[in-house]
Nanobody
Framework: QAQLVESGGGLVQAGGPLRLSCAAS????????VGWFRQAPGKEREFVAHISWSGSIIEYSDSVKGRFTISRDNAKSTVYLQMNSLKPEDTAVYYC???????????????WGKGTLVTVSS
């Protein structure tokens, strides 16, 4: 059974950095795409970024492009989301998700973590 566990959330001031981690286990196929989504209070869950397991394909949402960087360490089965220049509107629960191919739709993910809260104060 696949399991995704997020960590690294917390409270940060606007303009500051934060790094999230997603530890993956039980993903039996090396072709899984791992991504980050977020859900702010009262809003729908939205795509943030994803990365192929080889790291050769990376995509970002327009709202985070240039500020966030997704990466992975295959030896540790971990995917990271480095978030810089954080804004109050980045406040959300951030979820890690996995699927066998690329999709930006939350409804099409195969596995989800439980999420980690990021709060950006102004």
């Amino acid at each position: 059974q696949a399991q995704l566990v997020e960590s690294g959330g917390g409270l940060v001031q606007a303009g500051g950095p934060l790094r999230l981690s997603c530890a993956a286990s039980g993903l039996t196929s090396s072709t899984y795409v791992v991504g980050w989504f977020r859900q702010a209070p009262g809003k729908e869950r939205e795509f943030v970024a994803h990365i192929s397991w080889s790291g050769s394909i990376i995509e970002y949402s327009d709202s985070v492009k240039g500020r966030f960087t997704i990466s992975r360490d295959n030896a540790k089965s971990t995917v990271y989301l480095q978030m810089n220049s954080l804004k109050p509107e980045d406040t959300a629960v951030y979820y890690c998700a996995a699927r066998r191919d690329f999709s930006r739709s939350p409804d099409r993910m195969d596995y989800w973590g439980k999420g980690t809260l990021v709060t950006v104060s102004s």
